[in-house]
């Protein structure tokens, strides 16, 4: 079992900035990678970018340029560096851990991109 704890959300003007941060309570050394994904009203929940323990990651096309996901592993820590915010990145965003095959999820913070 793992818990993971998500801040820095918060309502930001388009081309604006946000960090996520997220930090897990389980020993990294069984986390394989960790994350972000997001789920906008009336969507399905969808992957943002991921990073493995030896720092490999992986970006969705809509994110690639703005976005800058990272990990302190020292810390069980992952962040998720977003800017040139659009009206579109507006969703709910959960931190998740990969440990084996299962996904663990945080409670989610709120995003929301508006003039």
């Known amino acids: 079992q793992v818990q993971l704890v998500e801040s820095g959300g918060g309502l930001v003007q388009p081309g604006g900035s946000l960090r996520l941060s997220c930090i897990a309570s389980r020993n990294r050394a069984s986390i394989n990678a960790m994350g972000w994904y997001r789920q906008a009203p009336g969507k399905q929940r969808e992957m943002v970018a991921l990073v493995t323990t030896s720092g490999l990651t992986n970006y969705e096309d809509f994110v690639k340029g703005r976005f800058t996901v990272s990990r302190n592993n020292a810390k069980n820590e992952v962040y998720l560096q977003m800017n040139s915010l659009k009206p579109e990145d507006t969703a709910v965003y959960y931190c998740?851990?990969?440990?084996?095959?299962?996904?663990?999820w945080g409670q989610g913070t709120q995003v929301a991109v508006s003039s």
């Open positions: 998740t851990a990969v440990i084996g095959p299962r996904y663990y």
